[in-house]
């Protein structure tokens, strides 16, 4: 990136060409260690865009929180997610895909799609247009990039409480030193995704030197 900072540029030409509901479109939790992948789809009010919009990488945990209450108030939010059975069964690239089109039908019709990425998921019905570092170009995806990261950490928290002392609270699932110690030493959770490579050696490592 240069530095600048995401518009509404996308959607102004997408309107400009007939489109009336133009979704972005973005997931979270692609590397995380555990736990789902989560993806929201967003429809801006271009009458009522909150300041401030942006990947939500570049933003404090506080700031996103406020910008994902404010977007549930003023813009129309789907959220989709995909399981970690489904991650170690289809991939995680395919898993992100198919959270994006959960989070697209969660929303309702829509008339054209902003896809964070360079790949348009297989089974998306409406327009769809990719748009690489797409959360740091466009309101839309950014306001997707937001919804699907506070989603996903607060699934965390609540998976954290199930399952204490992996930091889940923290890291959200992510393979930090903290939790990949946690891993060693407590084990792999029915919420480790067994199709990574730090869990699926634990878990080879474990029968190994079972009796």
Not at 11 to 29: N, P, Q, S, W
């Amino acid at each position: 990136m240069d530095g600048s900072l995401p518009d509404f540029a996308f959607e102004l030409r997408l309107a400009a060409l007939g489109a009336r509901r133009i979704a972005g479109v973005d997931e979270a939790g692609r590397g995380p260690l555990a736990g789902p992948v989560v993806a929201a789809a967003v429809v801006l009010d271009p009458r009522d865009i909150p300041d401030g919009l942006n990947d939500s990488k570049c933003l404090t945990a506080t700031r996103r929180q406020e910008l994902h209450d404010r977007l549930m108030v003023c813009a129309e939010v789907g959220v989709g997610q995909a399981s970690v059975a489904e991650i170690d069964e289809i991939n995680i690239l395919r898993a992100s895909h198919l959270a994006m089109i959960r989070a697209l039908a969660a929303l309702g019709e829509v008339c054209h799609a902003l896809i964070d990425g360079n790949m348009i998921p297989r089974g998306i019905t409406c327009r769809a247009e990719a748009v690489v570092k797409g959360d740091g170009r466009c309101f839309s995806i950014a306001a997707a990039s937001i919804v699907a990261k506070c989603v996903r950490d607060r699934i965390m928290v609540d998976l954290a409480q199930q399952c204490p002392g992996y930091g889940w609270e923290t890291n959200a699932g992510y393979a930090t030193p903290a939790h990949q110690v946690a891993l060693r030493n407590l084990g792999a959770t029915p919420h480790h995704r067994r199709s990574f490579a730090p869990v699926h050696n634990i878990l080879y490592q474990e029968k190994s030197v079972s009796p």
